[in-house]
């Protein structure tokens, strides 16, 4: 099994910036790709970004191309996600993923952390 834990949720301003980071433990060595999605109130979970264990290979959903930016760090097990220029409508729980592929369906994912809120004030 593998267990994620997501951290660096908060409230921030339009325009503001913030970083989530996301720590896999356990059978960290089956874990390809690692990603984010997120979920806001009343809506379906949305494919934020993924990338592949080297780096190599990266998809970003189209609304947020060129203001999200994720990092992989495989020696410490984590993955990041540097967000810049936050709109109200990127407010939602952002949840981090691992699994196979670098999809964008949820249910291609394996395991899920259990999410951090990240509000966007206008």
């Known amino acids: 099994q593998v267990q994620l834990v997501e951290s660096g949720g908060g409230l921030v301003q339009a325009g503001g910036s913030l970083r989530l980071s996301c720590a896999a433990s356990g059978r960290t060595f089956s874990i390809h790709t690692m990603g984010w999605f997120r979920q806001a109130p009343g809506k379906e979970r949305e494919f934020v970004v993924g990338?592949?264990?080297?780096?190599?290979?990266?998809d970003y959903a189209d609304s947020v191309k060129g203001r999200f930016t994720i990092s992989r760090d495989n020696a410490k097990n984590t993955v990041n996600l540097q967000m810049n220029n936050l709109k109200p409508e990127d407010t939602a729980v952002y949840l981090c993923a691992a699994g196979d592929l670098v999809v964008r369906t949820d249910w291609s994912w394996n395991y899920w952390g259990q999410g951090t809120q990240v509000t966007v004030s206008s």
């Open positions: 990338i592949t264990r080297s780096g190599g290979i990266s």
